[in-house]
């Protein structure tokens, strides 16, 4: 375990399901990330929260809808997705006075969309 | 335009031979990490590179980071098939988030 923990590990789910993915971190960082990673293409800042405020949201569909309740936690509300959605979702989470170490990244969840 | 470029993309080498993979970036920065990624799970921090001239080495591998030519190298020495995995590098352009390159995926071969 890197510090940051995604659940679940791997999720199916239909087009007109809803499903969430939980990330959570006791590093006590401020900064928490989701990212995507689809085969063949450059991992992708989705949305930013520091401090649990979103700072960035990257013209992301509105099918995904983040949730940071505190600075521990991190949500990602999925509706209505597409087959194209699936990917694997990476958690981060970082600090200022943690840059010598980057960012600490969770083991992601593998969603496949059906 | 932020962009963070690595080449090779692909690397096959046989065990024992050294091998450096670039990454280079579009703009001022002086934070670049390393990260590796096994197939199918989470990214692994490497190397924090925070200056001109830093010079990192873990066992096989050494990442270096020049600011003035924006481009950071890692190197392989002597390799061995526990270090086939895809090596992405990373910038933080000041901006508090990290612009990923498209990673290098690296196979050792017997």
């Known amino acids: 375990e890197t510090g940051v923990t995604q659940t679940p590990r791997h999720l199916v789910m239909g087009m007109t399901n809803k499903k969430s993915l939980k990330c959570e971190q006791h590093?006590?960082?401020?900064?928490m990330y989701w990212y995507k990673q689809s085969a063949k293409k450059p991992l992708e800042l989705m949305f930013v929260y520091n401090f649990k405020e979103q700072t960035e949201n990257n013209s992301v569909p509105s099918r995904f809808s983040p949730e940071c309740p505190n600075s521990s936690h991190l949500f990602l509300h999925l509706h209505t997705l597409q087959p194209e959605d699936s990917a694997l979702y990476l958690c981060?989470?970082?600090?200022?006075?943690?840059?010598?170490?980057?960012?600490?990244f969770g083991s992601g969840t593998r969603l496949t969309v059906v | 335009e932020l962009k963070v470029e690595q080449n090779p993309l692909f690397l096959s080498m046989q065990e024992g031979k050294n091998y450096t993979i670039y990454c280079n970036y579009s703009t001022t920065s002086d934070r670049l990490y390393w990260y590796r990624q096994d197939p199918g799970k989470s990214l692994e921090s490497l190397f924090v590179l925070l200056s001109n001239g830093a010079v990192k080495q873990e066992g096989r591998l050494m990442a270096s980071l020049d600011t003035k030519a924006r481009l950071s190298t890692l190197h392989i020495t002597a390799a061995v098939h526990d270090l086939s995995a895809t090596y992405f590098c990373?910038?933080?352009?000041?901006?508090?988030?990290?612009?990923f390159g498209t990673g290098t995926r690296l196979t050792i071969i017997p």
């Open positions: 981060a989470s970082s600090s200022p006075t943690a840059e010598v170490v980057g960012y600490t």
């Open positions: 990373a910038v933080n352009f000041g901006n508090e988030k990290l612009t």
């Open positions: 590093l006590g960082h401020n900064a």
